[in-house]
């Protein structure tokens, strides 16, 4: 099967070719960039040195449609949305890492991504990928659109008890942590070594535009409209994100119950790794893999439930997942270029 990708020069972009190249399925096909066409790859991460023959090529949708079989968008936002209904039109199936799609209300991605919204005629045909939680069949969708690093990290965790209505979701309380990859590879003072370095900051202090696809996505399981409380912090590390959250229980229940809940949630889900009563994941223990690790407990003093969740932000946050769904989508074993145990210390 071929495979392309369009914004091969980002860390979501050099990550998706590490994936694909041990792919057992998956020739990658072509690399797009539209800053860096016609060098090599190898020019900007020497650790390519597989494509160090291979050029960037010039983004040309209708090109890249007839000689793909699975096309990767890993644009910034704003971009995918503008090259997404050529890529379609001319029969491109596409997993996009971009956020243009996640949402289905556009006043709330205007609002939220302060861009123009995606025509909605391909906006709805857009389906959401949470991998372990989608309920459909998708071996005929055209567009796949691979959620956020965090909403992926806080959903997972919070799937089991929204669904079995467990959580009094007006009471959520996400609190999540990001390594610096996670802001993408353009140079910035926010993370410059000397701002980043032993430092710890808060920022997009109630304005990160992974709020409303949480929120919606919560809406979808509950059936309930609710804010939520979601504060980002950036950590200085390469890799990981790590969100602890609490929220109220609508009744009296024990760690115990709440971890047999999560797996059985989580029982057939290779990628999802539910840890044992007591014990608590750190982010270098999925380094480097598509797993999400989970602890749950329960606070009897003050009636909490507190979630602990753990990802690598560029793999199951982005890449991983990505891979992870075009499987799903071509009826291929989802574990599929996939399997690796996490890289430790």
């Avoid at 990658?28 to 790859?41: K, M, P, T, V, W």
């Avoid at 539910?274 to 014990?279: A, D, I, L």
Wanted: glycine share 6%; net charge negative.
């Amino acid at each position: 099967m071929k495979a392309a990708i369009i914004g091969a020069t980002g860390y979501g972009g050099a990550e998706l070719i590490r994936l694909l190249y041990h792919h057992p399925d998956v020739a990658l096909q072509s690399l797009y960039s539209s800053s860096q066409a016609g060098e090599s790859i190898a020019v900007n991460y020497p650790h390519l040195q597989a494509f160090a023959e291979s050029e960037l090529q010039p983004i040309d949708p209708e090109r890249i449609a007839k000689e793909a079989d699975v096309v990767f968008t890993s644009a910034p936002a704003g971009v995918s949305a503008e090259m997404m209904p050529q890529l379609m039109d001319s029969g491109a199936r596409v997993v996009d890492l971009s956020g243009d799609f996640r949402l289905q209300n556009t006043a709330k991605y205007e609002a939220w991504y302060q861009k123009q919204a995606p025509d909605e005629r391909y906006l709805r045909q857009a389906v959401y990928g949470l991998t372990e939680w989608l309920e459909m069949d998708i071996t005929d969708t055209q567009l796949l659109s691979n959620p956020g690093c965090y909403p992926t990290a806080a959903l997972l965790a919070l799937a089991p008890l929204v669904k079995q209505q467990r959580i009094d979701t007006s009471s959520i309380i996400i609190d999540a942590k990001t390594g610096v990859s996670g802001a993408g590879r353009k140079p910035a003072a926010a993370t410059h070594f000397a701002e980043t370095n032993d430092n710890l900051k808060i920022y997009k202090v109630l304005q990160h535009q992974h709020t409303p696809e949480i929120e919606a996505m919560l809406e979808a399981w509950s059936g309930v409209s609710e804010a939520i409380t979601f504060s980002t912090h950036l950590v200085p590390m390469t890799r990981g994100i790590m969100t602890t959250i609490y929220a109220d229980a609508p009744k009296d229940m024990t760690a115990k119950e709440l971890t047999d809940l999560y797996q059985e949630s989580y029982n057939d889900c290779y990628f999802v790794r539910v840890r044992e009563q007591g014990t608590y994941p750190g982010t270098k223990e999925v380094y480097g893999s598509n797993f999400c690790d989970l602890s749950v407990t329960f606070d009897e003093r003050t009636n909490r439930i507190m979630i602990v969740s753990v990802i690598d932000n560029l793999v199951k946050g982005a890449a991983g997942q990505a891979v992870q769904n075009m499987n799903r989508m071509f009826g291929l074993k989802e574990t599929a270029g996939l399997d690796m145990v996490p890289v430790y210390p």
